[in-house]
């Protein structure tokens, strides 16, 4: 029998999804991955980005689905890479991040889930505090061997309980509560 999903992430990060799923498990959703390459638009502002990719996806995918839009600020450096954080990930990476950062470590995780059922998208943010680390640490994905959230002394990439606190599971969460709602209305 085909598993059936609640919903469906759609995005071109399959790390963004597994991470995605296991939260999401915990408020008892079942998510799907929906593969999309989206075509992120020029904007400062991560929820009109996140707003135009779920709207895209759907039509894609022709079932609720949600996308995430994310973005590291660095306010010593008037809030790079923020929205442009996918480009300068793959071009300068982490090497080149911790090139520009000097004596003004403090950054921010930002969050923007949008869910698009065909209607107009719902969006909900979410934000962690923290600073750059002095070197890599740890091996995972993206900017994780180099943001360290307040309150830790180990990068993402060290923590074992990253998906309870991160970014991404502020944001879910918020989202899991409206969506649990919203069904059952
Ligand atoms: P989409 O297809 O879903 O857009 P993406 O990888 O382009 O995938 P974003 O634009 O949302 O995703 O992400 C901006 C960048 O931030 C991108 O380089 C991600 O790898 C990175 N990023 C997002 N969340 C992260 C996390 O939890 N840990 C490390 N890096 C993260």
């Known amino acids: 029998m085909r598993k059936s999903f609640d919903l ?11 991470e995605a799923k296991e939260i999401l498990s915990k408020f008892k959703l079942n998510l799907g991955f929906f593969e999309f390459a989206p075509v992120e638009i020029q904007s400062n502002s991560i929820l009109e980005i996140a707003t ?11 079932k609720p689905v949600i996308v995430e839009d994310d973005g590291l600020f660095i306010p010593a450096l008037g809030g790079f890479p923020g929205p442009y954080s996918s480009y300068v ?5 982490n090497a080149g991040i911790l090139n520009l950062v000097k004596s003004k ?12 059922d065909g209607k107009k998208p719902v969006l909900f943010q979410g934000v962690i505090k923290g600073v750059i680390s002095k070197k890599q640490k740890g091996n995972d994905w993206g900017y994780d061997p180099i943001f360290i959230p307040k309150g830790k002394t180990k990068t993402y990439a060290e923590l074992d309980d990253k998906n309870t606190l991160s970014h991404r599971y502020i944001t879910l969460g918020k ?10 209305n």
């Open 52 to 62: 135009k990719k779920s709207l895209d996806a759907y039509w894609s995918c022709k």
């Open 8 to 18: 469906y992430f759609a995005s071109s990060n399959k790390n963004k999804y597994s």
């Open 89 to 93: 990930f793959k071009t300068i990476g």
């Open 105 to 116: 470590r403090n950054a921010e995780f930002h969050s923007v889930i949008a869910y698009c």
């Open 175 to 184: 989202f899991a509560r409206w969506y649990k709602k919203s069904i059952n």
